[in-house]
Structure formats: structure tokens, C-alpha cells
């Protein structure tokens, strides 16, 4: 795909922590000609992330307080002006960079305000979702769905949501609470929102920050199951949403 086939208007943001020995070939992979921005964030890494980051063509930013959801809001405070959408990925090299080839042009119709690659509707490699991760998913899209009757299978990282969705959405969760917080208070808002399935695989290297242990992946559990529940309780102001429709899912 060219760079004539979308508008460089979007942007991608990568939150990183310890990635040094992937997040280089991370870069190599993504699709020439679909994002005006590729932004980094060092979320605090000992390793020489922001380095090899940098000189893999990136744009860095230094968050230095942990929690994925802090890494996320400092890449989004860099966005330039004119940005009309962010795509997010991992950089650890489990995300297929080659799938934002597909998320950007499914996005790129203009019909939906989030777009999400679901690593259940795919053909995750043997290993890549733990037993614990798997329960969780099911868990936390299931109460989804009975909330506000939103078909989700996933709360995988790699996504793309409209700047003016993210707006309506004003996400504040600064840990791994940051995925669900936006796909729940998406599907509260009554968001168009589409599921593609994407590939998943066992990290290059390194340890998860999740479900690298038993007790960060009961802890995610928690706080997952936590974020849901807040978001069914707070105040939403629906005259700031973006129009809604249907949920579809492939």
C-alpha cells in the first residue's frame, strides 16, 4: 500500500518498556505510507529503548512513571493538531505490525469510531494467550456484553479509534486498565465500533508486564473487572458522543 492510498493524518503509538531487543524490528515492519506519526513511548525502561527507538525513525517520548495507560496519555499529548485518528500497538513484537495494514483501511471508511483486531477471531501462535488470559477475556467481554449489549472477543492492544471518539471517551486509567476503560465506555456510548481477527504471538523476548506472572495476571484480572464496574457507575456525558450505531463484528 502507498502512501497515496491513505491520508497521513493518522498516527501510531507504541507504548514501550524494556523493548530494546524488539521494538527495531517493530518499526522495520510497519506499513510504509499509513501513519504522519510513529510515536514511542519509553515508559521508563533500563534497557536502551528510547535509543533504538529513535534511531529506527521514531518519535520518542519519556514517560518515566510506569503504567501502560500513563505511557498511552503522553504519546497522545504529542499528537500533532491535525491528527483525526491514533492506532495503538505493543512493542514486543506479539502484534503482527502487517495488520495495521488492514485495521487503517477498514478504519479509513469513515463508518466507525473504533477499530479493533481481535486476537481470538485469529489464529493466535500456541502459547501466545495463556489459560488465565484466555478466562479473562471471556470474563470481561461477557460482562461488557451484558451491560451494553456489545459483541466484543478481545481486549487486545492493537486498535485505532477516531480523535473525536477519544475525546467523548476522556480515558484516565494509568495501567492495564487502559484497553477495557476504552472499549467499555465505548460500548456505553453506543460507539460504531468493528472487530477484525489479527495475528498473535509469543513475545521476541523479554517477560510480559502482565501475564509474565501469576500475580500480575491475577492483579490485571482484578483490575479489569474493576474498570468495568466503574464505568458502569460514572456519568457519561452522551451529547459529547460521537453518533452511534450497531456493533458489528466479523
Not at 174 to 184: I, K, S
Amino acid at each position: 500500500m502507498t502512501l497515496a492510498a491513505f491520508p497521513t493524518r493518522y498516527a501510531l503509538l507504541i507504548p514501550a518498556l524494556n523493548e530494546a531487543q524488539s521494538i527495531d524490528r517493530v518499526l522495520e515492519q510497519i506499513p510504509s505510507g499509513l501513519f504522519s506519526q510513529v510515536i514511542v513511548v519509553d515508559n521508563g525502561s533500563e534497557d536502551g529503548t528510547a535509543e533504538v527507538a529513535r534511531a529506527g525513525g521514531a518519535w520518542v517520548v519519556r514517560e518515566p512513571r510506569r503504567g501502560y495507560g500513563r505511557a498511552c496519555l503522553a504519546g497522545l499529548d504529542q499528537l500533532h493538531p491535525e491528527t483525526a485518528a491514533v492506532a495503538f500497538m505493543d512493542g514486543d513484537l506479539s502484534d503482527d505490525p502487517g495488520d495495521l495494514a488492514r485495521i487503517v483501511q477498514l478504519f479509513d471508511e469513515g463508518r466507525w469510531d473504533l477499530v479493533l483486531g481481535s486476537r481470538v477471531l485469529g489464529n493466535p501462535q500456541p502459547g501466545s494467550l495463556t489459560p488465565l488470559q484466555r478466562f479473562g477475556n471471556s470474563m470481561s467481554t461477557l460482562l461488557i456484553r451484558w451491560l451494553w449489549h456489545m459483541p466484543f472477543t478481545d481486549l487486545g492492544p492493537m486498535r485505532m479509534v477516531s480523535r473525536r471518539a477519544l475525546d467523548a471517551l476522556r480515558l484516565q486509567d494509568p495501567d492495564f486498565g487502559w484497553n477495557v476503560e476504552m472499549q467499555a465506555k465505548a460500548a456505553r456510548l453506543g460507539m460504531r465500533v468493528r472487530e477484525i481477527p489479527v495475528s498473535y504471538r509469543r513475545r521476541a523476548s523479554g517477560r510480559s508486564k502482565v501475564s509474565g506472572t501469576l500475580v500480575g495476571s491475577v492483579r490485571a484480572s482484578l483490575k479489569i473487572v474493576w474498570t468495568i464496574y466503574r464505568c458502569w457507575r460514572i456519568k457519561l456525558d452522551r451529547e459529547e458522543a460521537v453518533p452511534s450505531s450497531a456493533a458489528r463484528k466479523v
